[in-house]
C-alpha cells in the first residue's frame, strides 16, 4: 500500500540552525501539509500545499518557516533559524485531491533544537 | 479559532472490555476522522465520516458523526492489548474547492491491561 516517508527520522540542531525536513508524498496526491506535534501535545496544522503554492498556513507557520516542492516527488520544510521551542515531531501528509479526501500521515520527523 | 474537546483524556481498561471515547465542537464540520497514533509513530487513519449522521465501522471500531456536525464518537469493542495507544479525532471544514486543513483534539491515550 502506498505511503507517506518522511526523512530523517530524528535530527538534532544547534539553536539557530537551518534546518530541513523532507517528505514524499503518496504518488498521485495533489494536496500536500506539514503538521508539527510539540511533545505530549495534540497535532497542530502548520501549512497546507496545492499547485506549488500555500493554499493556507496557521499563525505558528511564521516567517522563518517555509515550503518547497523543489522535484515532482520531495515535499520539503524548511526552518531557517530554529528555536528550542521548534523542538517536535513533524509530520507531512498527502490527500488525493480538494473536496472531502482522507489526509494520510507520514511517520514523522524528531526534531530537537539544543 | 475553532477547537475540539475530546474525552476521556485517559481510559485504563481490562482486556475484553468496550471502549468509547468522543469529541465535541462549538463550530461544524463536513469530516470527522478518528486517527490512532503509537509511540514514535505518525497518525494511522481508522476511520473517515463524511455525512451528518453517518455510522461507519471498521472491524471491531465504530464511528458516528453526530447529526448537528458538532459531534463525533468512537468505539471500540471488546479491546485487545494492541489497542494501545492515543486515540484523536480530527475535525476538517472543506469550502469552495479547496481543502480545509485538520484541527485535532488532544487525544484519548487508552492502556489495555491483559
Known amino acids: 500500500e502506498p505511503e507517506v516517508t518522511q526523512t530523517p527520522s530524528h535530527q538534532v540542531t544547534q539553536m539557530g540552525q537551518e534546518v530541513i525536513l523532507r517528505c514524499v508524498p503518496i504518488?498521485?496526491?495533489?494536496?500536500f501539509y506539514w503538521y508539527r506535534q510539540i511533545l505530549g501535545q495534540k497535532v497542530e496544522f502548520l501549512v497546507s500545499?496545492?499547485?506549488?503554492?500555500?493554499?493556507?498556513k496557521s499563525e505558528i507557520f511564521d516567517d522563518q518557516f517555509s515550503v518547497e516542492r523543489p522535484d515532482g516527488s520531495n515535499f520539503t520544510l524548511k526552518i531557517r533559524s530554529t528555536k528550542l521551542e521548534d523542538s517536535a515531531m513533524y509530520f507531512c501528509?498527502?490527500?488525493?485531491?480538494?473536496?472531502?479526501?482522507?489526509?494520510?500521515f507520514g511517520p514523522g520527523t524528531r526534531l530537537l533544537v539544543l | 479559532g475553532q477547537q475540539l474537546n475530546q474525552s476521556p483524556q485517559s481510559m485504563f481498561i481490562q482486556e475484553g472490555e468496550d471502549v468509547s471515547m468522543n469529541c465535541t465542537s462549538s463550530?461544524?464540520?463536513?469530516?470527522w476522522l478518528w486517527y490512532k497514533q503509537e509511540p514514535g509513530e505518525g497518525p494511522v487513519l481508522l476511520i473517515a465520516?463524511?455525512?451528518?449522521?453517518e455510522l461507519t465501522s471498521n472491524g471491531r471500531l465504530t464511528a458516528q458523526f453526530g447529526i448537528t456536525r458538532k459531534d463525533s464518537f468512537l468505539n471500540i469493542s471488546a479491546s485487545i492489548p494492541s489497542d494501545v495507544g492515543i486515540y484523536f479525532c480530527?475535525?476538517?471544514?472543506?469550502?469552495?474547492?479547496?481543502?480545509?486543513?485538520?484541527?485535532f483534539g488532544k487525544g484519548t491515550k487508552l492502556s489495555v491491561k491483559p
Open positions: 501528509a498527502s490527500s488525493e485531491s480538494a473536496g472531502q479526501e482522507t489526509q494520510y
Open positions: 504518488s498521485n496526491h495533489l494536496y
Open positions: 500545499f496545492y499547485n506549488n503554492e500555500i493554499s493556507e
Open positions: 463550530s461544524i464540520f463536513n469530516t
Open positions: 465520516l463524511y455525512k451528518a449522521g
Open positions: 480530527a475535525g476538517q471544514l472543506n469550502y469552495g474547492g479547496s481543502q480545509g486543513n485538520l484541527i
